[in-house]
T-cell receptor
Framework: EAGVAQSPRYKIIEKRQSVAFWCNPISGHATLYWYQQILGQGPKLLIQFQNNGVVDDSQLPKDRFSAERLKGVDSTLKIQPAKLEDSAVYLC??????????????FGPGTRLTVL | DQQVKQNSPSLSVQEGRISILNCDYTNSMFDYFLWYKKYPAEGPTFLISISSIKDKNEDGRFTVFLNKSAKHLSLHIVPSQPGDSAVYFCAASGITSGTYKYIFGTGTRLKVLA
């Protein structure tokens, strides 16, 4: 089966510019996650979708970050305007249900964002 | 507040020997624990997991041990192979604010020397 797809793989922008990332989860997976991984740290959950509804966005900086999951499949994460501290790898993951504590998450390759 | 800690940022092991990666957690509500492996320019891939009702889970060369009283888990790789060289993240899962969340550690970079 195809894995989680993400694009672009790399992005370089200047501060105060806008950027968007795209994710296509594994077919049939109900739950989609966006993580931010800053260099030297573990992935930090930004937002979790169950189908097309938001389950958890408590760590999403809502003044500049937004995300949507249209029709419960693909998702986009946007940053507007970007700050230097947003430089990180943005990982998308999906799981089949997201409701069970044994639900394994499958990750995409990530998008490496550099803000200059 | 780092709820999941991997205190060793890096580890070097000779090929064929045992690799032991450690992870500590602080929240007693965590009830499921996982290890992920990450190669450069790739996303993390699931390796092995353990629930809080067990103290050991084995899958081939990989064994995870859980010590709930110490809030500590470890991943043993025996024998270690050069292809095991990667960053290993432990993650803990539990209900937080009504939903299951994964909290990841900061990772340990394992280098297996040929």
């Amino acid at each position: 089966e195809a894995g989680v797809a993400q694009s672009p793989r790399y992005k370089i922008i200047e501060k105060r510019q806008s950027v968007a990332f795209w994710c296509n989860p594994i077919s049939g997976h109900a739950t989609l996650y966006w993580y931010q991984q800053i260099l030297g740290q573990g992935p930090k959950l930004l937002i979790q979708f169950q189908n097309n509804g938001v389950v958890d966005d408590s760590q999403l900086p809502k003044d500049r970050f937004s995300a949507e999951r249209l029709k419960g499949v693909d998702s986009t994460l946007k940053i507007q305007p970007a700050k230097l501290e947003d430089s990180a790898v943005y990982l998308c993951a999906s799981s089949s249900s997201g409701t069970g504590w044994t639900d394994t998450q499958y990750f995409g390759p990530g998008t490496r964002l550099t803000v200059l | 507040d780092q709820q999941v800690k991997q205190n060793s940022p890096s580890l070097s092991v000779q090929e064929g020997r045992i690799s032991i990666l450690n992870c500590d957690y602080t929240n007693s509500m965590f009830d499921y624990f996982l290890w992920y492996k990450k190669y450069p320019a790739e996303g993390p891939t699931f390796l092995i997991s353990i629930s809080s009702i067990k103290d050991k889970n084995e899958d081939g060369r990989f064994t995870v041990f859980l010590n709930k009283s110490a809030k500590h888990l470890s991943l043993h790789i025996v024998p270690s192979q050069p292809g095991d060289s990667a960053v290993y993240f432990c993650a803990a899962s539990g209900i937080t604010s009504g939903t299951y969340k994964y909290i990841f550690g900061t990772g340990t970079r394992l280098k297996v020397l040929a």
